[in-house]
């Protein structure tokens, strides 16, 4: 059995919380800022802003942040408003590096997306982002004073995959390395795609401003894509076809969105910048962090975790999933700090008490009171939980059945009776896609991760199935396996499955219905990413996936549901519901199909939860 342990927010801050100002201090009355232009093995020089303290009584290790999105502001007498990773790590001291990625900003080189890490190493000229990092440290090992040669490596979103990547064959001297919310795989899970689906508008939205070239060296910005509307919905179906999003915005100057339509499967394209693929016995520390409302990078997180726990079990591999947005936790403001989180103390109590004594353990040789291996937080109940691992080892997968009349049980379908259907239907239109949220917005906004699905009442493309109340909490813990039976009339469709919470309403009906997970697979991809699959009109076939993990009680009274649709819109593209390349097809392409989701013996769609008990403190 699992052993529970409840962390009280107040007590453990007061254990490792330094005495940090309310505003801290100018950076530049604590640090002396410092450029450099540090050589690569092949001769290419990478910009790299030094922050060295002032105070010279005692070494400081090396804290090393590498970014494709600038380290201003530039010049040595222009400093930021904050360095490092925090201000209570800025007030503790380090040398903190800031460093603009080959071929960004006032670095030299090429930039390229996700740049993939070289499987074979033998050639000591060849480079790329490990070997990068690896050059940079040893550098700032010969060329700093008054370090004391250890150094760490942190970095959020894209920053966050380049401290991935520092870990493969790390210098002796990376001591602690901690991926936040980190891109890991661009078609199975990230921003890109989720199980093949793009997820058009993050990639559009991030394209249309970063990925234009510019000219270099440069200090300055993209420029803010101008939708003509503040209605994503709107904007998203009118560009039509995927084909047109070049032929009226990019004219082929966005290199990563024309590689993307020209890479529709899970090619060696995609497989070199998996970068989890690459990772082998790892040597420093590692602290990955995400939060639970990531709409960007929640499958990086939990599986580069989960990637380190299997191929360097002998690693201190530590995670943090806490009830936060894209990079949540570095901030004093969140919007989930209502309903579900503990509003700011959980992101002062995650620097102070998690993050810093990390870092000053392994680069200063502090001692720490505790190490927790997963430090996770339980939505619906709100709390933190201390855990063993993660998943816990003793959640059992509990199996609950699409049933007739709309709902949802842990028994199997009976035989139908004479006459009885045994599926469901409903026509998916792409004319008409089914909106991801009731929210007026061009952005993809992760809000959506926990809001009210009541918006789509009444909607014949969406099915619903529900639970009967529950009279004791429920629990679950890790990933959510996905089994459906599905039919259509088209040759490809998407199946989007919702996990939601039917919170009790104040007069005893049913209230909000809170969305828990809720993911999409494009259905071409059912038996192989590499290898798409059209499918035979009218022709019953299995439909499996996993939604990402969570760790939810749903309480009692409450109900669970499940709702099924065929598109997400504009969170994921739209499928032609024809077996085409999607990137070329053309408006005609575009059809109406019917699909069944099928509820009989022998075709029982269903949802596997990752049951535990409920803690009872």
Not at 577 to 598: G, K, L, N
């Amino acid at each position: 059995m699992m052993r529970w342990a409840w962390i009280v927010l107040g007590a453990m801050m007061t254990a490792h919380e330094p005495a940090v100002s309310a505003a801290f201090a100018g950076i530049s009355e604590k640090y002396v800022k410092s450029e450099h232009r540090i050589p690569m093995r092949d001769g290419t020089h990478l910009f790299t802003v030094v922050y060295t303290p002032r105070d010279r009584s005692r070494t400081y290790p090396i804290l090393i942040e590498r970014t494709p999105y600038g380290v201003g502001p530039y010049g040595v007498d222009e400093y930021p408003e904050s360095i490092g990773p925090s201000a209570e790590m800025a007030e503790s001291g380090y040398i903190f590096v800031h460093q603009d990625v080959r071929g960004c900003y006032m670095s030299e080189g090429e930039f390229e997306d996700i740049r993939p890490i070289r499987a074979d190493r033998s050639d000591p000229r060849a480079t790329d982002e490990s070997t990068d990092a690896r050059d940079t440290i040893a550098w700032l090992l010969a060329n700093l004073p008054n370090h004391n040669g250890r150094v760490g490596i942190w970095g959020i979103s894209y920053p966050g995959f380049y401290a991935i990547a520092a870990l493969i064959d790390a210098h002796p001297a990376l001591a602690a390395v901690s991926p936040q919310a980190p891109v890991f795989d661009w078609f199975l899970g990230d921003d890109t795609h989720h199980n093949g689906a793009l997820f058009l508008q993050q990639e559009f939205n991030f394209d249309a401003v970063f990925g234009v070239a510019r000219p270099r060296p440069t200090t300055q910005h993209g420029e803010p894509f101008d939708h003509g509307t503040e209605d994503g919905y709107a904007f998203f179906l009118d560009l039509g076809p995927l084909r047109r999003a070049d032929e009226l915005y990019f004219r082929g100057k966005r290199r990563f969105w024309s590689d993307v339509m020209k890479h529709g499967t899970y090619d060696e394209f995609w497989k070199a910048r998996a970068i989890g693929r690459r990772l082998g016995k790892v040597d420093p520390a590692v602290l990955t962090v995400g939060g639970w409302y990531d709409a960007q990078n929640l499958y990086g997180a939990l599986n580069l975790h989960a990637t380190i726990e299997r191929v360097s079990p002998g690693t201190e591999n530590l995670l943090v999933m806490g009830p936060w947005s894209h990079g949540g936790w570095s901030r004093e403001i969140d919007f989930t700090a209502e309903p579900e989180s503990g509003g700011v103390e959980t992101n002062r109590f995650y620097r102070r008490s998690i993050e810093m004594p990390f870092f000053e353990h392994h680069l200063k040789g502090r001692p720490r009171d505790r190490v927790v291996k997963a430090w996770v937080w339980e939505t619906g109940r709100r709390r933190a939980r201390a855990l063993e691992t993660w998943p816990p080892r003793d959640s059992r997968g509990s199996a609950y059945h699409l049933g007739a009349g709309g709902r949802l049980s842990v028994d199997p379908p009976a035989a139908s009776v004479s006459g009885a259907v045994g599926y469901d239907e409903y026509v998916s239109d792409p004319a008409r896609p089914v909106p991801y949220t009731a929210k007026v917005t061009v952005d993809c906004r992760e809000s959506y991760m926990l809001e009210d699905q009541r918006f789509l009442s009444g909607r014949p493309d969406v099915l619903g199935y529900r639970s009967d109340r529950l009279e004791e909490p429920l629990t679950i813990a890790g990933p959510i396996a996905v089994e459906l039976f599905v039919s259509t009339d088209g040759t490809d469709a998407d199946w989007v499955l919702k996990l939601i919470e039917v919170l009790p309403g104040e007069d005893g009906s049913d209230g909000e219905e809170r969305l828990v997970r809720g993911d999409v697979m494009r259905g071409r991809f059912r038996e192989s990413f590499e290898h798409p699959k059209g499918f035979t009109p009218g022709v019953p076939t299995r439909v499996a996936f996993s939604l990402p993990d969570c760790f939810h009680t749903f309480r009692a009274g409450s109900r669970v549901m499940v709702q099924i649709q065929s598109s997400w819109f504009p969170l994921v593209d739209r499928n032609p519901q024809s077996f085409v390349d999607i990137a070329t097809a053309r408006a005609s392409d575009f059809r109406a199909s019917r699909h069944r989701v099928h509820r009989e013996p022998g075709r029982a769609s269903r949802l596997i939860l990752p049951v535990v008990a409920t803690p009872t403190d």
